[in-house]
C-alpha cells in the first residue's frame, strides 16, 4: 500500500508568521511531489510542483523535498487569513504515470 | 491555468434514482480525466481514470456497473451513480491533466446528497 502521510491538524499560526506542512511517503521510487490547496467545501487547486531534492520558491510559498527521507513539506511566509485551509500533499508513485495519492490534508489556521 | 467545468455542483435525489454528473474542459482538450471522491474529513480517493475513446480504469474496490463513466470527446466526461443509496452520499471532483505530469486542473466539485 503506497501511501502519502501528513499530520491533520489543525496547525494554528498568527498572521505574519511562518506556516510549516509537512508530509512524508512510502515509496521511495516516487518522482513527482505536490502541493494543493483545498478551501472548505471547494475542489483543490494546485499550489506548488517539485520534482527534485532541495528547496522551489514561488511568492510566499516554498517547497521543500528530501527523497532520501521521503520527506516533502511547504513553507508559507508571511501568513494571511486567507491561506485558512487544507493543505493537501500529493504524490506520483514510481511507475504509476499520472495517478496521484493524496494524503488527508492538514487543516491551517491563519490567525488575524 | 486552464479550467474545469463541473456540473451540477449541487444535487440532491432519492434513493434508488441514478444520477449523471458532468465535467468538461472548456479550454483545452483533455484526453485523460479523473473522478476523485471525497468524504467529509478525508483525502481524495481516486475513483476511476477516464481516457477518451475507451473505457475507463476503475480503481480497485469501485464498482464499475454502479459508477458509470463516459468519456465520448475530448473535452467532456460523465459519470453516472446508478441507484443511488445514502452511503454513496460524497462530494465527487473530476479533474483532468495538464501538460506536465500530477499537475491536475479540478472542477469545481459536485456534492451528492442521496435521501
Known amino acids: 500500500q503506497k501511501e502519502v502521510e501528513q499530520n491533520s491538524g489543525p496547525l494554528s499560526v498568527p498572521e505574519g508568521a511562518i506556516a510549516s506542512l509537512n508530509c512524508t511517503y512510502s515509496?521511495?521510487?516516487?518522482?513527482?511531489f505536490f502541493w494543493y490547496r483545498q478551501y472548505s467545501g471547494k475542489s483543490p487547486e494546485l499550489i506548488m510542483s517539485?520534482?527534485?531534492?532541495g528547496d522551489k520558491e514561488d511568492g510566499r510559498f516554498t517547497a521543500q523535498l528530501n527523497k532520501a527521507s521521503q520527506y516533502v513539506s511547504l513553507l508559507i511566509r508571511d501568513s494571511q487569513p486567507s491561506d485558512s485551509a487544507t493543505y493537501l500533499c500529493?504524490?506520483?508513485?514510481?511507475?504509476?504515470?499520472?495517478?496521484?495519492?493524496f494524503g488527508k490534508g492538514t487543516l491551517l489556521t491563519v490567525n488575524p | 491555468g486552464a479550467v474545469v467545468s463541473q456540473h451540477p455542483s449541487w444535487v440532491i435525489c432519492k434513493s434508488g434514482t441514478s444520477v449523471k454528473i458532468e465535467c468538461r474542459s472548456l479550454?483545452?482538450?483533455?484526453?485523460?480525466m479523473f473522478w476523485y471522491r471525497q468524504f467529509p474529513k478525508q483525502s481524495l480517493m481516486l475513483m476511476a481514470t477516464?481516457?477518451?475513446?475507451?473505457?475507463?480504469?476503475?480503481e480497485q474496490g469501485v464498482e464499475k456497473d454502479k459508477f458509470l463513466i463516459n468519456h465520448a470527446s475530448l473535452t467532456l466526461s460523465t459519470l453516472t451513480v446508478t441507484s443511488a443509496h445514502p452511503e454513496d452520499s460524497s462530494f465527487y471532483i473530476c479533474?483532468?491533466?495538464?501538460?506536465?505530469?500530477?499537475?491536475?486542473?479540478f472542477g469545481e466539485g459536485s456534492r451528492l446528497t442521496v435521501l
Open positions: 477516464s481516457n477518451e475513446g475507451s473505457k475507463a480504469t476503475y
Open positions: 500529493a504524490v506520483i508513485h514510481g511507475g504509476s504515470n499520472y495517478k496521484l495519492t
Open positions: 479533474s483532468a491533466s495538464g501538460p506536465l505530469a500530477g499537475e491536475l486542473f
Open positions: 515509496d521511495r521510487g516516487s518522482q513527482s
Open positions: 517539485i520534482y527534485s531534492n
Open positions: 479550454d483545452f482538450q483533455a484526453t485523460t
